[in-house]
């Protein structure tokens, strides 16, 4: 975060990086500003650091005699470098997951809320993220200028993005409690006889599969149809047979006569 303290501190060891000062301009060069801050060594200020856009002439930003307010950037032995430009309030190093902190809605987006923490880029708090219930819009959420509070989910240096959760600063819904459906009280008493066979009769099923009980009336009526298989097959085999006899002897009847 930004030191707003203003040259409270008298020893170059006393005096913290983003520290505010307040000075007087005492001379400006082609690449910069000369600052008197009242301690033992002086302030500069490069031409880069006068403004977020491009400077191309010192005394278009400042002039001799000038009083600034300016923020340091680096403390050495022989002066104490400053900026013109507010320094963030959190560089990428700071930031890190599940840290929670509040930030200003500045931009609504069909799928989410960008919103400025202090950061070089503002987060982005997607949609999914605004509640525990479902959110068609962020305006049905937030709007822009308002104040939430936020826990960062992700953040990416590279693709300078970074991700942030409301939901994950909101208190859990109370999950409510279903309603029990009665149960039937059941009747006492003689229990309702179960559908299918009872272990003794599977018993006498399975001795009958396996012969051990006298053979059933199935059973009977099978093999009394096998044997009567078997008698007309032997009566058809004798049939044929007589009548190859007689084939056989008209043959030679024929032969002697010839």
Same mark, same amino acid.
Not at 11 to 39: F, M, N, P, R
Not at 61 to 74: L, N, Y
Not at 206 to 226: D, I, Y
């Given at each position: 975060m @930004? /030191?707003? $303290?203003?040259?409270?501190?008298?020893? *170059?060891? !006393?005096i913290k990086q983003k520290t505010q000062l307040s000075g007087k301009v005492v001379?400006?060069? *082609?690449? #910069?500003v000369l600052v008197d801050l009242g301690l033992p060594v002086p302030g500069v200020i490069h031409i880069s650091q006068l403004s977020d856009n491009a %400077?191309?002439?010192?005394? /278009? %930003?400042v002039t001799v005699g000038q009083e600034i307010v300016a923020w340091v950037k680096k403390v050495k032995t022989d002066r104490i470098e400053l900026s013109l430009i507010k320094p963030l309030g959190m560089d990428w190093k700071d930031i890190k997951a599940e840290t929670v902190l509040k930030g200003t809605v500045v931009r609504l987006e069909t799928y989410g809320a960008f919103v400025e923490i202090g950061a070089e880029k503002p987060g982005l708090v997607h949609v999914s993220e605004m509640g525990h #219930?479902? @959110?068609?819009?962020?305006?049905?959420v937030v709007k822009e200028g308002d104040e939430v509070e936020v826990m960062i989910l992700e953040a990416d240096r590279k693709k300078k993005q970074?991700? *942030?959760?409301?939901?994950?600063?909101m208190p859990e819904p109370e999950v409510k409690e $279903?309603?029990?459906? $009665? !149960?039937?009280?059941?009747r006492e008493g003689k229990k309702s006889p179960k559908v299918g066979k009872s272990k003794d009769d599977t018993a006498a099923v399975m001795q009958e599969m396996k012969g051990e009980a006298g053979p059933t009336a199935f059973e009977s009526a099978w093999a009394a149809a096998l044997e009567r298989s078997k008698v007309e097959r032997?009566?058809? =085999?004798?049939?044929?047979?007589? =009548?190859? %006899?007689?084939? !056989? *002897?008209?043959d030679r009847t024929l032969k002697n006569r010839a």
């Amino acid at each position: 975060m @930004v /030191d707003t $303290e203003q040259n409270t501190s008298t020893t *170059l060891s !006393e005096i913290k990086q983003k520290t505010q000062l307040s000075g007087k301009v005492v001379k400006t060069t *082609l690449a #910069g500003v000369l600052v008197d801050l009242g301690l033992p060594v002086p302030g500069v200020i490069h031409i880069s650091q006068l403004s977020d856009n491009a %400077v191309k002439k010192v005394e /278009d %930003v400042v002039t001799v005699g000038q009083e600034i307010v300016a923020w340091v950037k680096k403390v050495k032995t022989d002066r104490i470098e400053l900026s013109l430009i507010k320094p963030l309030g959190m560089d990428w190093k700071d930031i890190k997951a599940e840290t929670v902190l509040k930030g200003t809605v500045v931009r609504l987006e069909t799928y989410g809320a960008f919103v400025e923490i202090g950061a070089e880029k503002p987060g982005l708090v997607h949609v999914s993220e605004m509640g525990h #219930g479902y @959110v068609k819009q962020p305006s049905d959420v937030v709007k822009e200028g308002d104040e939430v509070e936020v826990m960062i989910l992700e953040a990416d240096r590279k693709k300078k993005q970074i991700r *942030l959760s409301m939901k994950a600063v909101m208190p859990e819904p109370e999950v409510k409690e $279903e309603t029990k459906r $009665e !149960e039937k009280p059941r009747r006492e008493g003689k229990k309702s006889p179960k559908v299918g066979k009872s272990k003794d009769d599977t018993a006498a099923v399975m001795q009958e599969m396996k012969g051990e009980a006298g053979p059933t009336a199935f059973e009977s009526a099978w093999a009394a149809a096998l044997e009567r298989s078997k008698v007309e097959r032997a009566n058809k =085999f004798k049939k044929r047979k007589q =009548f190859d %006899v007689d084939d !056989e *002897l008209i043959d030679r009847t024929l032969k002697n006569r010839a």
